[in-house]
């Protein structure tokens, strides 16, 4: 088989200078080697790049995927509808702070009611105990209805103070929610509708934003995997320069053993000259098939770089996600969720207010009942001393009529104490069904949620640290990546330097090694010797076959088995071509 390589003018009879030539080859080797392992060692560093980018565009696509932009939007919606409502429920808020009002004002005019006829009842027990101690016979008995009278008629005001403290308290207190509520309408006035409207646009804006971010960053992504696979195999190419290093070497060591060929046969002068230009022709053609091989596969790995960083510049496409993560993004909704903030924060007061006057005076209907039940009692007991005493006075006669007559009052208010508790009692139950109205209707503001408010502004936050820092993380690493892989193929672009250093060595060898040797006698033994010293150091089926060609002939050797491993060896050089396809895509 002929190998094809350069053809190099040839200058016969020229001294072999095997160490100028071994420099040589260390210094093409060399640069092999460190080029390769610097575009390796980039290429790796491109690798990691590109994962970085993808988890970082993953990052961002599970941040805004389509089901959280959905319910933050939602939530948003919600909000501003909640926050448009807000002053038709302080309207009710404030009808439902009126009744209260009323019912109480009410209440209030049913026990200064009570209190005169106590005061009036207290006049006449009085009246009894003087009117009885201008009768000597009855006025230890009667002195003793009066003062009892009197203590139960002093309970019964007592209850009634109690009471009235507890009116003039919640009263207060109502009096605090309405003047808060005041306030509120001011606010509710300078702030809806305009930030619940601006809140809405705002959440439809961000839900678009974040669709487009999220579309952007999965194709990206797409594109980066492939980039990320093509790399992978890029470097598993690379293997090209540890191939070309390793045969180097063998001709490094083909070299060597050539000079000291030259210097240790005791063949002839002009034998050992043959043997030695026999080796340095194999070596040659070692070293054309190597630059050939060389320059033809590291083409392919440059254009396979050269591919792979116009994909890259795709990456570049990030840059455009920062724009749309700037004005009018996640960071000015901050300003209308602060607005939105403020409001739920005033609401959420005056619902606290709402529920506490609501729980209090439902509180205070039960306390009040029971005391409206102890001024019956203590208008019972009078009436039934106002009995004993008109009953006491009839025995008495004539004297006793003065008795009798005060008496007959003091059943006839004390009958009027009982219309007005039962009044009370009335007032009590429309004030308990104010309050329970409002128990049983809830809040209308209960639509603005604090909670559910800081959840969304949480998540909105969280997104916004995601496009904010993410965002210009991608544009850096797409940037980077895209240089990584540029340099990477300009360090490869190997015909300039280092393929020429490889053809130069190969030029330098077939000019040492002068005219070709075909007269192989008396050096056969010599020659076999060193050829097979060679062949021991290959790894590369296109070695053998090239040294096939230069070893010496044996005669004894079946020519089935020469052709058989001639054969192999030429099957074996397009398999290793085919296994640098397949890594090249």
């Not at 100028?20 to 210094?27: F, K, N, P, R, S």
């Not at 063949?267 to 050939?292: N, P, S, T, V």
């Not at 490869?492 to 330098?508: I, N, P, T, V």
């Amino acid at each position: 088989m002929n190998i094809q390589h350069h053809d190099f003018a040839v200058t016969a009879g020229l001294p072999v200078q095997p160490t100028a030539i071994i420099d040589q080859l260390e210094t093409a080797r060399a640069l092999i080697e460190s080029r390769f392992s610097d575009a390796g060692g980039r290429l790796a560093g491109s690798l990691e790049m590109v994962g970085r980018l993808i988890e970082s565009l993953d990052r961002l696509e599970v941040t805004l995927d389509a089901k959280s932009v959905s319910d933050t939007t939602q939530d948003l919606l919600s909000t501003a509808e909640g926050l448009n409502a807000l002053p038709e429920a302080q309207q009710d808020r404030i009808a439902y702070f009126a009744n209260i009002k009323v019912a109480g004002a009410q209440l209030q005019a049913n026990i200064e009611s009570m209190r005169t006829t106590l005061r009036y009842l207290r006049a006449f027990a009085l009246n009894v105990k003087i009117t009885a101690g201008s009768t000597i016979r009855a006025s230890d008995e009667f002195a003793g209805f009066a003062e009892r009278m009197c203590s139960q008629l002093d309970l019964g005001v007592g209850q009634l103070d109690e009471l009235a403290d507890q009116l003039t308290d919640l009263s207060t207190r109502l009096q605090q929610a309405l003047e808060f509520e005041q306030t509120l309408s001011g606010k509710y006035a300078a702030l809806i509708p305009a930030v619940p409207d601006r809140l809405a646009v705002d959440a439809r804006a961000i839900q678009q934003q974040h669709t487009q971010i999220a579309d952007v960053a999965r194709s990206i992504a797409a594109i980066a995997r492939d980039i990320q696979t093509k790399v992978s195999k890029a470097l598993m190419a690379l293997q090209i320069g540890d191939i070309t290093r390793q045969r180097i070497e063998h001709v490094q060591l083909g070299l060597r053993v050539a000079s000291r060929l030259a210097a240790q046969s005791d063949l002839a002068e002009e034998a050992r000259d043959r043997a030695e230009r026999r080796l340095l022709h194999m070596l040659a053609a070692q070293m054309c098939d190597i630059a050939a091989d060389f320059e033809a596969e590291a083409v392919k790995v440059t254009q396979s770089l050269n591919g792979m960083a116009a994909d890259t510049a795709q990456i570049l496409a990030v840059n455009a996600l920062g724009g749309r993560g700037g004005k009018g993004g996640l960071r000015e909704l901050e300003e209308s969720l602060g607005h939105a903030g403020l409001l739920v924060g005033d609401v959420t007061a005056a619902m606290a207010n709402a529920h506490r006057i609501s729980n209090e005076t439902v509180s205070a209907v039960e306390a009040l009942s029971r005391r409206v039940g102890a001024i019956q009692g203590v208008k019972r007991d009078i009436q039934q001393m106002a009995i004993n005493s008109s009953l006491r006075s009839n025995r008495l006669g004539d004297i006793g009529k003065p008795l009798s007559v005060i008496a007959i009052e003091l059943s006839s208010h004390a009958g009027q104490l009982e219309e007005e508790a039962d009044l009370t009692l009335s007032s009590l139950n429309a004030l308990a069904g104010v309050a329970n109205d409002r128990q049983a209707g809830g809040d209308q503001d209960g639509r603005v949620d604090a909670g559910r408010l800081n959840g969304v502004r949480s998540r909105l936050r969280q997104a916004a640290d995601v496009v904010e820092h993410d965002l210009s993380g991608l544009s850096d690493q797409g940037a980077a990546t895209a240089r990584s892989l540029t340099v990477a193929a300009e360090q490869l672009g190997l015909k300039a330097d280092m393929g020429d250093a490889l053809h130069a060595a190969a030029a330098a060898l077939v000019e040492a090694a002068g005219p070709e040797v075909d007269d192989l006698s008396q050096i056969e033994a010599a020659l076999d010797e060193a050829m097979n010293e060679i062949g021991r150091c290959y790894t590369m089926a296109r070695e053998r076959l090239i040294h096939a060609e230069y070893a010496v002939p044996k005669d004894a050797a079946p020519e089935g088995e020469e052709a058989q491993a001639e054969t192999a060896a030429v099957e074996a050089a397009p398999a290793e071509a085919d296994e640098f396809a397949d890594l090249l895509f």
